[in-house]
């Protein structure tokens, strides 16, 4: 159950796909040159490697404890997690001004995907608090920023995100949590659910991130303010002072992830949680989805990670089960000489590599623009936003198929936990309900990234993507992959009409949102897939590398890409079956 980081690829999608080069010329990034590229991500791959993945299983097995109000994570991890902070990885794309380290935050996604492959569980708690830091930084007062952000970049502090109760859970409106004025701060009183790393014992302090109500508050989202409760509070001078009004008064037993402490929080069960307001009053919704954003991000990566692992996994034991006489030979032989199994291994492997390619692409444009050329910002904003519900969605929907895969490639012994197949299977199920279900997910697509527009976030990326076929179909050995890429690309045009033009039958587009969101995530995936194959080709003869990405190319044409021909003809079908079936049926 070893983990190495795909460090060659990684580089790739870094050099190849999102343009690095280009991103270390941006005013601020000028630091991030080829040499420290390479040393973060060799440097980083050892840490996952030999500190966190071998922590898997632990966190797997003894999960956390609570007692007296205190989590005690798995054995190992809280010295690992100062490992971490020692080592400056949570500063790497936070902002200088507090101690951050300013690098890009595509190199910093890179890095993340290796935390996530080797110790999920584990990863949760600095990418949590990475959240917390981006609330922070655009909505917070400078007083509150000079008080918790250079502790939380540091990783001295970590930062959770409270939204979800016993009756709210992606209906925020039906948020119960109080907030009462007190002086220059306000007491919080309420109940959380589901709060990742809401309790531990890696760090001396943490900041929670609560929604709640003020007195005035109007129903609905339009009544909910952010908080910044935290569980030590912080005198003047910057040190600790006493424990605040709040504690964690169970953990949820989880199907997977069980290292990471996951915990229902209680806020003001005496006076009141002292907590103070971020952004304006009322405006909490904004200001938490600027840390949403971010975490949908990461878990679209989270998606990519934990097939990583589970391919990696299914390839170390292809290669040494021995079962059957593999076609064409004469005894029995590993399992990778069977085709059946070379399908299901090469599946993931695509799957992988084309979701690792836009979560780096979406966090490029994300760097772009926070500090490209401002005649460009609103461009590489758009594009960041449409491409978040696809990492997400479909990154997630398919770690889901990835898993399951690696579980297969087993066998009977998958299903045994000793393996260790089932664990990446379990934790992967999680990534498709969180931070924003799939389902939540296709609404946004079709609604605020489709409809919104007009399309025109679509239209451009679409014309990229026939770009993409144009360069392809000038290479006589890439013909195939330009006619197949090309099919995928004039199904999504005419998805994307059909949607334009019925877009005010809003149970039509209810029920199509998610083929849509599948549609477009399939060819998206095709769109970097055939991309690849275009930077390969000239490098074909330096080595198998670029052999390897070649066909996992053409095996991506082939095998997965058809699936956007079938989104696209349900999306055709405009959901009737769904309208034309009644409530009391099901």
């Known amino acids: 159950m070893s983990y190495q980081a795909p460090v060659q690829d990684m580089q790739f999608v870094l050099d190849e796909l999102v343009g690095m080069a280009e991103i270390s010329q941006l005013p601020g990034y000028e630091e991030a040159t080829p040499d420290l590229l390479q040393a973060v991500l060799e440097e980083a791959a050892r840490l996952a490697a030999e500190v966190l993945a071998p922590l898997n299983r632990v966190g797997d097995q003894q999960g956390a404890k609570l007692e007296n109000a205190e989590v005690k994570t798995a054995e190992g991890?809280?010295?690992?997690?100062?490992?971490?902070?020692?080592?400056?990885?949570?500063?790497?794309?936070?902002?200088?001004?507090?101690?951050?380290?300013?690098?890009?935050?595509?190199?910093?996604?890179?890095?993340?995907?290796?935390?996530?492959?080797?110790?999920?569980?584990?990863?949760?708690c600095p990418m949590l608090t990475q959240g917390a830091i981006e609330a922070l930084s655009s909505h917070a007062t400078a007083e509150l920023k000079e008080a918790y952000l250079a502790k939380l970049i540091s990783g001295e502090w970590t930062g959770t995100m409270n939204l979800t109760e016993p009756q709210a859970g992606s209906d925020l409106a039906l948020l119960r949590a109080k907030a009462e004025p007190q002086g220059d701060h306000y007491l919080i009183k309420g109940q959380k659910i589901f709060i990742t790393w809401g309790e531990h014992d890696c760090a001396e302090n943490i900041i929670h991130l609560v929604l709640a109500r003020l007195p005035d508050a109007p129903e609905g989202v339009k009544g909910i303010s952010l908080f910044a409760v935290p569980k030590y509070l912080v005198n003047a001078d910057g040190s600790l002072g006493q424990r605040n009004d709040l504690q964690a008064t169970a953990l949820e037993h989880k199907l997977g992830i069980h290292g990471s402490p996951t915990c229902v929080m209680s806020f003001g069960d005496q006076a009141g949680a002292v907590g103070y307001l971020i952004g304006q009053p009322h405006q909490g919704l904004v200001c938490m989805f600027t840390m949403m954003n971010h975490a949908r991000l990461s878990v679209g990566l989270q998606g990519v990670a934990i097939g990583e692992r589970a391919y990696q996994q299914a390839v170390a034991y292809a290669r040494e089960r021995v079962q059957g006489v593999p076609v064409g030979q004469r005894e029995r032989g590993a399992i990778l000489a069977h085709p059946d199994v070379q399908r299901m291994l090469l599946s993931m492997r695509v799957i992988n590599e084309a979701g690792r390619a836009l979560a780096?692409?979406?966090?490029?444009?994300?760097?772009?623009?926070?500090?490209?050329?401002?005649?460009?910002?609103?461009?590489?904003?758009?594009?960041?936003?449409?491409?978040?519900?696809?990492?997400?969605?479909?990154?997630?929907?398919?770690?889901?198929?990835?898993?399951?895969?690696?579980?297969?490639?087993?066998?009977?012994?998958?299903?045994?936990?000793?393996?260790?197949?089932?664990?990446?299977?379990?934790?992967?199920?999680?990534?498709?309900?969180y931070e924003g279900t799939n389902g939540i997910q296709?609404?946004?697509?079709?609604?605020?990234?489709?409809?919104?527009?007009?399309?025109q976030a679509v239209s451009q990326w679409l014309d990229e993507v026939a770009d993409v076929v144009r360069q392809l179909s000038e290479v006589p050995a890439l013909q195939l992959l330009a006619e197949r890429l090309q099919t995928a690309e004039q199904q999504g045009r005419q998805s994307l009409a059909w949607v334009l033009e019925q877009g005010s039958d809003q149970q039509a587009m209810a029920a199509v949102a998610y083929?849509?969101?599948?549609?477009?995530?399939?060819?998206?995936?095709?769109?970097?897939?055939?991309?690849?194959?275009?930077?390969?080709?000239?490098?074909?003869?330096?080595?198998?590398?670029?052999?390897?990405?070649?066909?996992?190319?053409?095996?991506?044409?082939?095998?997965?890409?058809?699936?956007?021909?079938?989104?696209?003809?349900t999306v055709a079908a405009g959901g009737l079956a769904l309208a034309g079936f009644a409530a009391d049926w099901y």
């Not at 990154?395 to 690696?406: F, I, N």
């Open 77 to 124: 991890f809280a010295q690992a997690y100062q490992q971490l902070v020692e080592g400056g990885w949570t500063s790497l794309a936070a902002s200088p001004e507090y101690g951050g380290q300013g690098l890009p935050e595509v190199l910093a996604l890179a890095v993340q995907e290796m935390w996530h492959s080797a110790n999920m569980g584990f990863a949760l």
């Open 360 to 433: 780096y692409q979406c966090a490029a444009a994300m760097d772009r623009a926070h500090k490209g050329d401002e005649s460009q910002r609103s461009f590489w904003q758009a594009r960041a936003a449409l491409l978040t519900p696809i990492v997400k969605g479909w990154c997630t929907e398919l770690a889901q198929e990835v898993t399951s895969l690696g579980v297969q490639v087993h066998g009977g012994m998958g299903y045994i936990e000793e393996t260790g197949a089932a664990q990446h299977y379990r934790d992967a199920r999680i990534l498709a309900i």
């Open 442 to 455: 296709a609404l946004d697509m079709i609604g605020r990234k489709t409809l919104f527009d007009k399309g």
């Open 515 to 569: 083929p849509y969101m599948m549609q477009l995530s399939t060819l998206a995936g095709g769109w970097q897939m055939g991309l690849a194959a275009l930077k390969a080709w000239p490098k074909r003869e330096q080595g198998s590398f670029y052999q390897a990405k070649l066909v996992s190319s053409q095996f991506y044409m082939e095998q997965v890409l058809p699936r956007a021909q079938a989104y696209a003809q």
